[in-house]
């Protein structure tokens, strides 16, 4: 590891490590508790979100959306009203190991609301808190 370095690259270099160790131990959350938590729709206002099937319905239409697309907004419809920073919206759909720019976040958010929002230059689901991030609802 060169000097200077990121802390999301030092976290991604160390779970690499534990990839490669057949003994190392890592936390993850059982299957049933995992499919428990996806079995039923998340719903908020008129937006559906079918996680099992990767569906997504906006004012009763489907919208095809792209897998990193769909994970971003299953942490904002699991969460509403909670307020997301962009790094925080990056572990979440992206991964610790994600090497790159806080704005892909932006970009990701922009195609979303442009895919959801009557009208994506005034949205009404996906706001921006200025100074903090974006939530779903105002």
């Not at 907004?73 to 925080?88: T, Y």
């Not at 609301?113 to 974006?134: A, C, H, I, W």
Request: charged share 30%.
């Amino acid at each position: 590891l060169v000097k200077p370095f990121g802390m999301r690259e030092l976290i991604a270099r160390c779970r690499a490590l534990l990839r490669r160790q057949p003994n190392a131990i890592v936390a993850i959350s059982s299957p049933s508790e995992t499919e428990s938590l996806r079995e039923k729709p998340f719903i908020f206002q008129d937006l559906t979100l079918y996680p099992q099937e990767c569906r997504f319905i906006v004012r009763g239409t489907e919208v095809m959306l792209s897998p990193k697309e769909f994970r971003l907004l299953e942490v904002f419809i699991r969460f509403p009203k909670r307020v997301w920073s962009r790094d925080q919206l990056l572990e979440q759909v992206w991964g610790d190991d994600f090497i790159g720019e806080s704005k892909t976040v932006d970009v990701h958010i922009r195609w979303l609301r442009e895919k959801m929002e009557l009208d994506p230059s005034n949205p009404q689901y996906l706001t921006t808190v200025r100074g903090f991030g974006y939530r779903l609802g105002k």
